[in-house]
């Protein structure tokens, strides 16, 4: 443990101290959390042109179709009614005892905890989708969500994740924290949209027996992305899938690790990522899958895909697993490429310019995975998204987006009208 690193209650007496100077806040978190990672984050002090009083969050209403519940920053914004089923505390009014997850060796989550203006708390209704949006215009002090998924009936949670405007910001943290109890079927969306700054996210989860637990992640926008996350199925028959969609362009750094552990027996673990790298991005993919002793009859399984745009675009992707059961079937792949010269032939042929055959194999590659969200609405709004950012290889979404009419037939997409005639 870093000796910066104390614990939990010591680190929120220092928090509330050193809340009095923001600045002073601002750099022990940097210098204690974002100096690990990977990628250099200039720790220069922003501009006033840097920081925007708030998100324009409309923007991103009509964008997704959606309307929101509520904006977090450092405090919460109730946008239209708020569902009972989200709750806000402060760190010190939360009941760490009864609803905390992580453990205290995990020293991120002591960090973010401990530095937290707000801590949310929801518990999803099935039925009742929450729509929320984090916003980091101006306030990079972690937000920490914590999600309790009890309802055996389908539940849903939209997040959308915005950066600051520029890269003069410092990073922003976000800690999730997931619980599927047991019956429980949760499915939780997380969109990176939007601002010029740096995101960190750390994800946790847990899955009770018999839960499913679909999480997909979509990554757009941010100038630095830096996600770690590590779900577990923690009891028997649990079902965990993770799928990640990343559209990198410009200069973008995007780094992720994953850590998938099947703990019990008769668990399924799957861990699915596809990566389109454009312009100048650089991306880090790491996937690990960890089967314990007596996790037996269980499936563990992790892909990675990849096609690079552009010779100046750069993909690294690292699969990686550990069984320690003998009855279990575990598999991993990983691969990346340019477009496949034969499929652009083949597409030409049909009549299509090899700027619209390489765009419709894109986003026929993206659908693999955005085909298995469940929320239509969310689904179609990703697709069009994803649609917009290949075809002008930048993230900076418009005032107004057009949505494509896209069918999702299986794990192949179509564009209609240009469906292959016989």
């Known amino acids: 443990m870093n000796s910066n690193i104390k614990d939990y209650k010591s680190l929120r007496e220092e928090?509330?101290?050193?809340?009095?100077?923001s600045k002073a806040s601002q750099n022990y978190l940097r210098d204690i959390l974002y100096k690990k990672y990977n990628f250099k984050v200039?720790?220069?002090q922003p501009s006033n042109d840097a920081v925007s009083p708030s998100s324009n969050y409309a923007k991103y209403e009509k964008i997704l179709g959606i309307k929101f519940n509520a904006r977090i920053t450092g405090g919460f914004d109730v946008i239209n009614t708020i569902p009972d089923e989200v709750q806000v505390y402060t760190p010190d009014s939360f009941n760490i005892t009864g609803k905390k997850l992580f453990d205290n060796s995990d020293i991120y989550a002591v960090f973010v905890h401990a530095f937290s203006e707000k801590i949310i708390y929801i518990s999803p209704k099935a039925g009742k989708?929450?729509?929320?949006?984090l916003d980091y215009s101006n306030d990079s002090y972690p937000i920490q969500l914590i999600i309790d998924a009890r309802d055996k009936e389908p539940s849903t949670i939209n997040e959308i994740i915005l950066s600051g405007k520029s890269e003069e910001l410092p990073p922003s943290v976000i800690m999730h924290e997931i619980s599927a109890g047991k019956d429980s079927n949760l499915e939780f969306n997380i969109l990176y949209l939007g601002g010029d700054s740096g995101i960190i996210s750390m994800l946790r989860g847990n899955a009770g027996e018999y839960s499913k637990l679909n999480i997909n992640e979509i990554y757009v926008g941010n100038s630095l992305t830096k996600e770690e996350s590590r779900i577990i199925s923690a009891?028997?028959?649990?079902?965990v899938n993770i799928r990640k969609t990343v559209a990198a362009s410009l200069n973008q750094k995007i780094d992720l690790l994953s850590d998938i552990i099947n703990n019990e027996r008769n668990t399924r673990c799957d861990s699915s990522l596809n990566v389109i790298a454009s312009g100048n991005s650089v991306c880090y993919a790491k996937d690990f899958a960890e089967v314990k002793e007596g996790a037996k009859s269980s499936l563990s399984h992790i892909s990675q895909r990849g096609i690079i745009r552009d010779p100046t675009a750069s993909l690294n992707m690292m699969p990686d697993?550990?069984?320690n059961e003998s009855y279990t079937k575990a598999s991993h792949y990983s691969y990346s490429s340019p477009i496949d010269r034969d499929?652009?032939?083949y597409l030409e042929s049909r009549g299509m310019s090899e700027e619209q055959a390489e765009h419709l194999i894109s986003l026929g590659f993206f659908s693999t995975n955005i085909s298995m969200i469940k929320d239509e609405n969310l689904k179609n709004s990703a697709i069009s998204i994803l649609d917009y950012v290949l075809k002008?290889?930048?993230?900076?979404?418009p005032?107004?987006?057009?949505?494509?009419?896209?069918?999702?037939?299986?794990?192949?997409?179509l564009v209609k009208g240009i469906k292959d005639k016989k």
Do not use: C, Q, T
Not at 15 to 21: G, R, V
Not at 129 to 133: D, G
Not at 235 to 239: D, I, P, T, V
Not at 399 to 413: C, H, P, Q, S
């Open 42 to 44: 200039n720790l220069s």
């Open 235 to 239: 009891s028997a028959n649990a079902e």
């Open 399 to 413: 005032e107004e987006l057009k949505r494509i009419d896209w069918e999702f037939d299986g794990n192949i997409g």
């Open 343 to 345: 499929e652009l032939f």
């Open 129 to 133: 989708p929450v729509n929320i949006i």
């Open 321 to 323: 697993m550990s069984i």
């Open 392 to 397: 002008k290889k930048d993230y900076h979404l």
């Open 15 to 21: 928090a509330i101290l050193m809340h009095k100077n």
